[in-house]
C-alpha cells in the first residue's frame, strides 16, 4: 500500500497491509520477539471482545452504516408456516405424496423442487444473512445503548458530528525510513482533532486515567498525530471517548494532555527506533537471558510495625 490518506478501506484490507501500527509497535514494550510475532499475524485472535468493539464503532461512528448493514435474526413467531425440522419436513412430504427418506438438505430439496409455496426456515435465514449481518440480542441491546448514550451526551453528539469515521494513515517514517499506518476512529478537520473510541468496563476519570499507561493509549495517540501530519492533514489535539459496555452505558470525553503527547511521543521514536534496528539487523530478542534472583513485591511483603 502506497503512503497516503484511504478513507472507506475495509477493515479487513487495512489490517493485513504490510506496515507498522500502534498496536504492532506497543508490543515492542514487552518484547521485539513479542513485536515480530504481532507483525507477522501469529498472536492475533478473533476475540468476541474484538468483535464487540468492531460493532460499537460502526454503531458509534458510522450509524447510519450500522442501521444498513446490522439486523436481529428473523422471528419464528412471524413466520408460523416455515418448516424447520426435519419431523415437519417429513411429514409434508407426506401430504404431497413425495419420498420421507433421506437427511434434512434432502427433503429440503425435494420440497423446494416439488412445491414452491413450502416455506423452509433455512431458506429464510439464509436470504436474511444475505441481506444484514445478523446479531444476537445480546449484541444489539449494547449497539443500541451505546448508539442511544452518545446520542444524549451533549458533547459526544456534537464531537462525532462533520467529520470522517475509520480513516486511514499510510507514511514513510522520516527519521527510519519504516512504513508506518494508523487508522483513525474519527477525525474532525475543522477541529484538527482525532477521536478514538474506547469500550471500557469503568469509564470514570480515575479508572481510564489508570487505563492509558496501561494500555500504550498515549502512544498511539502521538503517532497517529504523527502520521496525520506526515500525511498532511491538522492535528493539534487527541481525544479519547470512553464508553462502558453495560448499562448506563456511560460516557467519559478525555482530551490527551500536552504533557500526555509529549511523553507518547518520545515513547513512540523510542519504540520505533528500536523496531527499526530490529528490522534492519533481522534480531529480535525476547526477554533477559540472565539469570535473576526474583524478589517479592513490596506490597507482597507484611509489614512489621
Known sequence: MKPGIYDGLPDTLYHDAPGVSSSILKEIGRSPAHCRAKRDG???KRTKALEAGVLLHCAVLEPDRFVQDYALPPLRINHPDALATVEEMKARCEV????KTGKKDDLMARLRAHDKDTQLWDDILSEARD???LLSENDMELCQGVMASVSAHSKAAKAFRDGV???????????TGEL????????REDLGMIFDLKSCRDARYDAFQRDIPKYGYHISAAMYIEGARACGLKASGFAWLAIEKEPPYAIGL??????MLIEGYERFREYLDLFHACHETDNWPAYAEAFLTIE????AIASQD
Open 42 to 44: 501469529d498472536r492475533e
Open 96 to 99: 404431497l405424496g413425495l419420498s
Open 131 to 133: 441481506n444484514k449481518i
Open 165 to 175: 469515521a475509520e480513516r486511514s494513515l499510510v507514511w514513510n517514517d522520516e527519521a
Open 180 to 187: 508506518c499506518r494508523a487508522r483513525m476512529d474519527y477525525y
Open 254 to 259: 478525555y482530551m490527551a494532555s500536552a504533557e
Open 296 to 299: 517479592l513485591p513490596p506490597w
